[in-house]
């Protein structure tokens, strides 16, 4: 199979090019390295035997059609993104740039080239909005309530996927992701908590909690992720499926967890809460188990220790 990951070398989109490149196939990788890096494929290249291409580009480029179309994939994951909810605040129009108007160049790409299929990242805390927590964990038929820019773009990209189908005969997959996290994540800037908490933990650095923290996320490992997205590229056509684990974890519990791992301070600094924050998230993963075969397969105590070896260095 030949494959396209947009964003594949970020956090998330590297791990998968490894694991596609693990099963034999060929990637191009289409990313602005705004957020990832080529040190994230530095593995990956060097074990490819000439199967891996990164082409430099920004999704608000025309060229990135060019890109997709010349790529001739059969498959296309589409992962890069403007991810950061603050920063679609303060600048809506650049967010959908990128996230709307970016995902119709890669599917106007794909169509030229006579892709089979768009597997597309969404985001299930921003798709669903603040949702009743009676409801949790949410599943797929909870109705689409986004509350920020980001959540809008990442919705009107959906509504492009079904469109496409319906004109071009393209097929497709989305994901809302829950909190994804694992070796490779950013512990700056716009980063997940995981990462953050590892980071500071580590350099004995102060970690900071907003609010009570008992707002809860629901946190999955990277592994796991990349899992949905192979299990994607042959299942699943037409449908959107939530990729988390169904178990909510507090802020405070996961910072006591990751403490606890590195030996750091039993408490962390208290702040106010941040605005716009969701109080309780989660995604129910039963229709994924169904329909994809997928389950998550790393327990957070796990996942946290692994994260934190890679963060040190050392191989988990």
């Known amino acids: 199979m030949r494959a396209v990951v947009t964003g594949g070398a970020g956090f998330i989109g590297s791990t998968l090019v490894d694991r596609l490149l693990a099963d034999g196939h060929e990637v191009?990788?289409?990313?602005?390295?705004?957020?990832?890096?080529?040190?994230?494929?530095?593995?990956?290249?060097?074990s490819a035997d000439?199967?891996?291409?990164?082409?430099?580009?920004?999704?608000?480029?025309?060229?990135?059609?060019?890109?997709?179309?010349?790529a001739a994939a059969d498959v296309v994951f589409h992962l890069a993104a403007q991810a950061d909810v603050r920063a679609s605040v303060d600048d809506p129009v650049n967010d959908a740039m990128v996230n709307v108007l970016g995902t119709l160049r890669v599917l106007e790409g794909a169509r030229v080239a006579?892709?089979?299929?768009?597997?597309?990242?969404?985001?299930?805390?921003?798709?669903?909005?603040?949702?009743?927590?009676?409801?949790?964990?949410?599943?797929?038929?909870?109705?689409?309530?986004?509350?920020?820019?980001?959540?809008?773009?990442?919705l009107a990209a959906g509504t492009y996927l079904r469109v496409y189908e319906s004109l071009y005969g393209i097929r497709w997959t989305e994901l809302a992701l829950a909190n994804v996290y694992g070796p490779r994540q950013d512990a700056d800037g716009e980063a997940g908590v995981v990462a953050i908490f590892a980071g500071r933990?580590?350099?004995?650095?102060?970690?900071?909690?907003?609010?009570?923290?008992?707002?809860?996320r629901d946190f999955v490992f990277v592994d796991d992720v990349v899992e949905a997205f192979v299990a994607a590229a042959d299942r699943g056509d037409g449908r959107l499926f939530n990729i988390g684990t169904g178990v909510e974890t507090s802020v405070n519990g996961l910072y006591r967890s990751m403490a606890e791992v590195v030996d750091g301070p039993d408490e962390p600094l208290r702040a106010p809460a941040r605005t716009g924050e969701l109080e309780r998230?989660?995604?129910?993963?039963?229709?994924?188990?169904?329909?994809?075969?997928?389950?998550?397969?790393?327990?957070?105590?796990?996942?946290?220790?692994?994260?934190?070896?890679?963060?040190r260095g050392t191989d988990s």
């Open 201 to 216: 933990l580590l350099a004995g650095e102060a970690c900071t909690v907003y609010g009570s923290g008992g707002q809860t």
């Open 281 to 311: 998230s989660a995604l129910d993963p039963s229709l994924a188990a169904e329909v994809l075969g997928w389950r998550p397969g790393v327990a957070l105590d796990d996942g946290i220790r692994r994260t934190v070896d890679w963060f």
């Open 114 to 154: 006579g892709t089979r299929k768009v597997v597309v990242a969404a985001s299930g805390g921003t798709l669903y909005g603040d949702a009743d927590p009676a409801l949790l964990p949410l599943d797929e038929s909870t109705a689409h309530r986004p509350e920020s820019p980001y959540g809008a773009s990442k």
């Open 50 to 70: 000439g199967r891996l291409r990164l082409e430099v580009v920004d999704l608000r480029e025309d060229r990135s059609i060019e890109l997709v179309a010349a």
């Open 28 to 46: 191009v990788v289409l990313d602005d390295l705004s957020t990832g890096s080529e040190e994230n494929l530095a593995d990956a290249r060097s």
